[in-house]
């Protein structure tokens, strides 16, 4: 074993990492994006291509491996609300509504889901609101499953395999949200300018995600790499501070920061490790007993990094203006 690289034990395995020394703290988050992008490490940016395949090494896993580990009736493949005993599907359905809430739907409004999954939220929220929808996946296999779901539900809902970056569309919407979409995103602040140019003025932006409580955080150790490896290394975490200077530096007005609490990530873990457990069998066939062994250990990491305080998960709501606006009158009055 190389001697000078740290490793942890979890799940019965050793995990090697390198550690790098923390960001340190500054006023400027903008250049802690320029500065991550030069230095690589963690916070790599890739071509559309390079995105499109080191996401889809997990993505494209077979459906059925996500939908017996996320269970409920719209296999939502992020953090639940688990409000008043709720069995599975009221869990996913809490969220979704808060979503819906936070984003102010309406009947016949067009919304934009990034990076839907398997099409269960799109899904819900059409049918449950009544909006009309288009989700964008770069899975092949995640497009299909969500088409089925589509027409199961016979919702007004398109769902098409296009990066966020290639994606163009002739009618402005009414909502663009991510549900634990952006952390795949090198370039945030382009974005939030691709989000600008697809809104109409007074639409909504809304972004649920994870966020460093601190950016002394920052560092790369053996668990964010065994997690970043997941994802094919496409996991950019950054601090709160950070996203919301990309979100005004893009023009938008913010609305909320929305902080859900950590233990529904806890509870959503907790019951993602459960399903595996049942299902174990079943999945070791769909995908070979070592890729079981290691997501359950991704999973365990990740409830373990949840119930500690190195981060929070925010909805963030902002709004394109209907026209750039004059700043409030300080005083007026006086
Ligand atoms: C963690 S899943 C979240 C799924 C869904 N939002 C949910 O809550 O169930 C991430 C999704 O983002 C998609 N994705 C990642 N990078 C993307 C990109 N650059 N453009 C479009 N979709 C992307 C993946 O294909 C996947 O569908």
Known sequence: M???????AVDGERIKG???QAMGTTDDAL????????????????????????????????????????????????????????????AQEQKLDL????LQLRPGQRILDVGCGWGGPLVYLAKRYGVRGVGLTLSPTQREYAERRV???????????????GFVDGEP?????????????????????????????????????????????????????????IYGETGNYRTLHEELALVDRAGFTLEKVYQIGMDNYVRTTERWLENMKTCREELEQIVAASYYKRFRTYLRIARRIFGASSMTLDVITS????????????????
């Open 2 to 8: 190389d001697a000078g690289v740290p490793t942890i």
């Open 18 to 20: 390198v550690k790098r």
């Open 31 to 90: 250049a802690q994006t320029l500065e991550r992008e030069a230095r690589g490490g963690l916070w790599r940016g890739f071509s559309v291509d390079g995105d499109r395949l080191r996401t889809n090494e997990h993505y494209e896993q077979p459906p059925r491996f996500f939908t017996a580990i996320t269970g409920g009736a719209w296999n939502v493949y992020s953090c639940n609300l688990w409000e008043d005993g709720a069995d599975e599907s009221q």
């Open 99 to 102: 979503l819906s809430t936070l």
């Open 151 to 165: 027409r199961e539900h016979d919702v007004d809902v398109a769902i098409h395999e296009c990066h966020w970056k």
């Open 173 to 229: 919407f009414d909502a663009v949200y991510t549900d634990e979409v952006i952390v795949h995103f090198n370039d945030l602040g382009g974005y939030f300018e691709k989000v600008w140019s697809l809104l109409r003025p007074g639409g909504r932006m809304l972004n649920k995600e994870l966020h460093f409580t601190s950016s002394r955080w920052m560092e790369i150790t053996p668990a964010m790499v065994f997690v970043n490896e």
């Open 319 to 334: 709004v394109k203006p209907l026209a750039t606006p004059a700043p409030p009158i300080v005083g007026a009055g006086l």
